[in-house]
Each structure stands twice: as structure tokens, then as C-alpha cells.
């Protein structure tokens, strides 16, 4: 067992006095390229990392609901009776909503058994690496399991997603669920968010060389308030005005029209999406083509559409991705929702010293909260950590 899940073990019988039935685990994910285009109804190409949320779990005999966490003191119980989206607050909205939520992908809700809960989790919380879908994940999968529902991925991922959506109040799309239950090791997951069709992807860096670098700004953002609610509101009223279902619909070609038709902001938050998904899939080609040195020129434009189109970035973001263009890095863009978060920066393994102290002193430089930085590796999604 690695640390983690002996954790989140023993926080489990500390809680509740006896063993869990099991443990289970999903992991959080970086996005490579396709940002808020998943809501657009587009491409996302996403993979997961090696930072995984455990969860210890076992079921009750009455229709009681207790979880617990290593993140927060209180423990919350509530019965299946009463759970509805209103009655969910707090941290423990993530695992409560993908309870209810299975219930709206057809578990039955008035008969399963209750159970008890434990999380802990590795990966960092607000860095834009997802810690919320990797609980959604995790939950999702121990309770299919233990409810017997025989729900699959791509739908456990529509359970994530809604549970954020109505349980959290976060409008976000369906491209961190999927990569969290899709993901595998050393791949990443091209999905496509109109039909959920994926395909696994080998990213092939370490053959050549290459790390992936994380750079945490440790600006934090929040979805479910401001910003990313706006972003998908100026979307759907850039598709309305052009008279299309999503943004998908459009190519570049319909640029010259749509900026006819636009308001600047808004043309340019639908070029943004336009042109991003377009890199998506020119980054999906050149990989399988010429292999992942060749992409750092479309993580650089992504970043730039996001910073001046999209409007998402951060002043600490930019200079993440400047400082570490220059220190030798091939590629670099900020990653996930935006306003703050993390960067990616694609670089040679042996120049990611140099690029680390770059970052850092340029931070310093600035007057910016010192970032974490750290490499992460495309690992598998989630799954049973036990045997059953
Ligand atoms: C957040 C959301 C995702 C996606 C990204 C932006 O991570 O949860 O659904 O919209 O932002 O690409």
C-alpha cells in the first residue's frame, strides 16, 4: 500500500472504529490543450496525473450517510432520505452530490443502504488540477461498485458533473471527470464533449525526453462564483447571435462573419473557442505525427488566445509562462478554468532545474507569493485500490 492509502485507512477506523469495506482512488488531471471548450461542445485533450484522491468506504446496514475527511474537522451525516442538492454545503457537497446524483442516472435511490466515508487526498486543492473531479471520481466508482449499479465511465462522469454543477454550484463541463475515470498511464485522453467519444492518446514524453512542469501560482479561483459562469454566458450568446446549437459548430472560416455580427468582447471569447478547439485537434495530429517536441508552438498560442481573446489569465500566469518560454522550456500555457492556478510548462528534463529557479526568482522579482512547482507524470484513472 503506498502512504496514502494506509492514511486513509487508518483515518477511517479512527473515525469510525472498524475496518473499510475497501479503497478506491481517482486521480486529478491537467488539461494539455482545449480550454472551456468542453462546455462549447468541443475537443478537450486532457490527461491524469500522478496525485490521486484515496477514499475508504463501507456500507451500512440503515440509510445513514457519514463522511469524513483528512481536509476538514467536522464530519457530516445525513440520510439518504434527505438528500437533495439544497440540503448539501461545504467540502462535503463533493461526495453527498455524487450520491444524489447517481440517483438522477437511474440507482434507486429510496432502497440502496447507507455507508461511511473517508477522503484524503494528494493533489492540491485550488492549483487547477482538479482535486474536485478526483473526489467525484473516486466516490463515484466506490459506490457503483458497493450499490451495484454497473454505471459506465463515461456516465460516471456525468454523475461527476452534475453533482459539481447542482450540489456545488459550479457551472463547468464535463472534460475533468472524464479525465479522471478515462485517464491512463503515460496517455492522454482526447475527448470529444459533444458525443463523449474518447480516445486514449500516447504522449510519448518520456522517450523524448521531456517533463511536464507544473507551476502552482497559489492565486486562488473559485468557479462557482464570477469569471467562468461569465465566460460560458458570453458563449452561449455568441452561438445564439450566429445561430448555432454550441460553438462547435463554427470553424475559422466563420471568424470574418461572426466579427461582423459581434460586439469585439464577445467575438473574441467566441475565436478563442473557434480557434482553441482547432489547436486541439492540430495538437492530437502533430503528436501522432511528429511526436510531443513539436507541439510547444500550440501550447503557446493557446496561452496567448486565453491571455488576450478569453481573458482568463492572470498577471502571475503570464510570467509563469514567459520565464519558463525563456528559461528553455519548448511550450508553455496556463491550464484549467483560469483566474489563477497553474501553468504547464512542456520541458527538457535536464533544463527543468533552470526553468524551476527562473520561475522562482522571477516571482520573487514581482512581489508574487512564492509558487510550487512540480513535474507530473500521465498516470491511470480511477479505480479499486483493494482487493474486493
Ligand atoms: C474547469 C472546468 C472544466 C473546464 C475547464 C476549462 O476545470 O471544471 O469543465 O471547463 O475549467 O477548460
Redesign the pocket.
Known sequence: MTDLQQATAAGFKSRFAHAPDGLWSAPGRV?LIG?????NDGFVFPFAIDRRTVVALRLRSDRLIRVASSFAEDAVELSLDHLVPENLHGWSAYPLGVAWALGEFGADLTHVPGFEVFIDSDVPIGAGL?SSAAIESAVAVALNEVWGLDLDRPTLARVGQLAENRAVGAP?????QSASLLGEADAAVFLDCRTLDAEIIPLGFDAAGLDLLIIDTNVSHD?ATGGYADRRASCEAGAAALGVGSLRDLSEADLPRAATLLDDETFRRVRHIVTENQRVLDTVRTLRDLGPTAIGALLDTSHVSMRDDFEISVPQLDLAVVTSREAGAIGARMT??GFGGAAIALTPRELIPAVRSAVSEAFASAGYVAPDMFVVRASDGARRDTAA
Open positions: 488539461n480550454e472551456h471548450t468542453d462546455y482538479s463547468t463541463g464535463i472534460m475533468d468557479h484549467g478554468g
